[in-house]
């Protein structure tokens, strides 16, 4: 099983203070995003792939999923899972990287994913597995970073003037992984363009219900301008 960069405790430290900010984008942007797409889960079986430490696994049994198993690589992530919600009827963590993770036929009425399947280099693989473990009619409801930012490694910069903030959008039509630094820490995502993405589940035998690119505020340094660009894509697509 692969290692994780978020079992890295100086990394976990980091990203938990990120998470624990109010006014954090996931909090703001990503989790009312993701919520708005979701089915009715009243008695659905849910898989939650990327489940971190269990908030969107816990957050749908108590809307009424029979059960929810919620998915992660990393240690630390499944460890603070279980402490917080380890106790709610209904909810169970495993420990597997998604490109791993087997289940039978037909297991489950809804799979969703937040903000994981930017780390997974076989997207095509994943959505066809994803396709088999859904019964008729279920969904597939997830989110990943944008891939305007997945092919920005340099960041936002001003232009001559500091009249403007530009990002930079890199190879984006060239799908393949890419290293950045966050929290201090060197990282590697899967850039791929929309369009592999939406194609990539129409090839494994889903319909796309909704797609949503909800604009990230940004305040850059110096003139402080408010920039709205795509932190994130999400999609909803049906079995």
């Known amino acids: 099983m692969m290692d994780n960069v ?23 942007v990503e989790v009312p995003t993701l919520e708005s797409l979701l089915p009715e889960v009243t008695g659905l ?10 908030e969107l696994s816990a957050s749908l049994r108590r809307k009424g999923a029979l059960h929810v198993v919620g998915v992660d690589l990393s240690e630390k992530m499944l460890e603070r899972a279980r402490e917080v919600h380890g106790d709610l009827p209904g909810v169970s963590f495993e420990r597997s990287a998604i490109e791993d993770l087997a289940a039978p036929a037909g ?6 994913s937040s903000l994981a399947l930017h780390y997974v280099a076989d997207f095509e693989g994943v959505a066809r ?12 409801v997830f989110s990943v970073e944008h891939p ?22 890199e190879r984006y039509h060239e799908a393949g992984p890419r290293t950045r630094t966050w929290h201090n820490t060197e990282m590697t995502v899967h850039h791929r363009p929309v369009g592999a993405i939406v194609n990539g589940l129409v090839d494994a035998g889903f ?11 940004l305040v850059a340094e110096g003139p402080q301008r408010a920039i709205e660009r795509p932190g994130f894509l999400f999609v909803k697509a049906r079995a």
Do not use: K
């Open 45 to 54: 079986e849910v898989l939650d792939l990327g489940c971190g430490w269990g």
């Open 107 to 112: 297991s489950f009425d809804l799979v969703v």
């Open 129 to 140: 597995r994803v396709r088999r473990w859904l019964r008729p009619g279920g969904h597939f």
């Open 6 to 28: 978020y079992d890295d405790p100086r990394f976990f430290d980091r990203y938990a203070a990120q998470r624990a900010h109010q006014g954090n984008a996931n909090a703001r």
């Open 148 to 169: 305007i930012t997945t092919a920005n490694p340099t960041a936002w910069f001003l232009d001559e003037e500091e009249t403007g903030v530009f990002m930079s959008v």
């Open 207 to 217: 319909a796309i219900c909704a797609l949503r690119e909800p604009p990230s505020p």
